[in-house]
């Protein structure tokens, strides 16, 4: 809808620092298109309360975190809130944002899924729908699977491969269901001690393999 | 807990990057992140690490909708009020009214300034209770029969176009009376199809962009 269509053959990273450029594959060409350096600019312009400027990175940026959200929320309504209150936050904190710590874009979606997460705890407190009980038993969609579909070999995958298979499911299921440990414990139907030391270990030799 | 020791506070990084802490955790941790450089630098390599779990992710389009409510919470509209005025002599009133007469006859000789369209809101049991006149940059609002507000709460306009989405146009000050500038965004969504309402919020009005009280007053926009 915007310029975040694929473009093949593009490798540009959102961030230039020399630690982002090492995983140069990390990011799919899906959203390499958008351009980090741009980006960086239009939130600098966001900080110093430049509404125009906040309009374009939402015009850039905003699929893309829609598409995170809704793999959060697994339903539309609650992922346009997500989305919703993600970029109020990116505008009131667009000051915060350090380009020497972050990518924009994965600053970005740090705060959305910050706010999926809140969500996810709200509506846990209720009881679930049958979508979104659906949605954590049923394995079927799993990201993982997702990212077979889209293996460019990049960095991130080729480490996920190395995990094995529950490290890697609950580390997954931790990304987007913000999960605590007493959640997954429930949902991966494995005793706590198990999962902290799938996800911990999992964690560790994801850093490894991807700082190596 | 020491946050000094360098295997814990990269384990804390990984919980917190990746979604794991419960809320009274992550509140504390972002705390400590405020004041600790290195602790914020640990989170941000983790996120930068998982980061690519999202990249394989199709971009979604969404619905206009979004932005709008975005744009009516980070640009609260208020209402322009001149500031009330102690009791003025009646000869005064008198020459002040006279001289708006010939000022208002003036500005609508020359500007034509004549608004575009007008609405009465009524209340459920279809008692007129607000008149609209939407003029070229701004809307008049002028109470007829408020009900009166409790303190802690306010009222709010919305416009309803055709698509059934409503956007704040702004608070009404307590006592109803008062003009709403529009931008060119809000202009558009005046017309002949465009229903306006009032609803009752919290004070400084809805905090999610969409009305959150019960509606109390409704109209539709007709044309002159």
Redesign the interface.
Known sequence: ?NG??AQPGLTSQY?DEP??RR?CC???V??SSVDADELRHLLAQCALGD?RA??TL?RKA???L???A??CMGNRDHA?DV??EA??RI??SASQY?AG???P???M??IT??KA??QL?KHREEPLSDEQAMALFDPTPS?HE??E??RDA????RCLDTLEGMQRQS??T????????SE?VTQLAAPLGTVKSW??RG??R??RC?ES | MNYLQPELRRALAADYAIGLMPSTARRRFEGLLLDDPGLRAEVAKWQESLVGLTSSLAPEAVPERVWLNIVARIEPQRLHVPPRRPFWSGMRVAALACTLLVAIIVGVIYNRDTPAFNAVLVADNAQPALALQAFERYLKVEPLALASVQAGRSLELWAIPADGIPVSLGVLPDDGEGRVELSARQRELLGAKTTMAVSLEPKGGSPSGKPTGPILYKGQLASL
């Open positions: 809808m975040t269509a961030s630690r982002a995983r990390v990011w799919s899906l959203i509404r906040f309009e939402y905003s699929a893309q829609f598409a995170v809704l793999r346009e989305l919703q970029f109020v505008w009131n350090d710590l972050s990518a874009m994965t600053w979606v740090s899924r910050n997460i809140d705890r990201a997702q990212l579909t889209h990049t960095a991130l995958q580390i997954v931790a990304y987007f269901q913000g999960a605590s440990h997954l996800i911990r964690m560790e994801l850093r991807l």
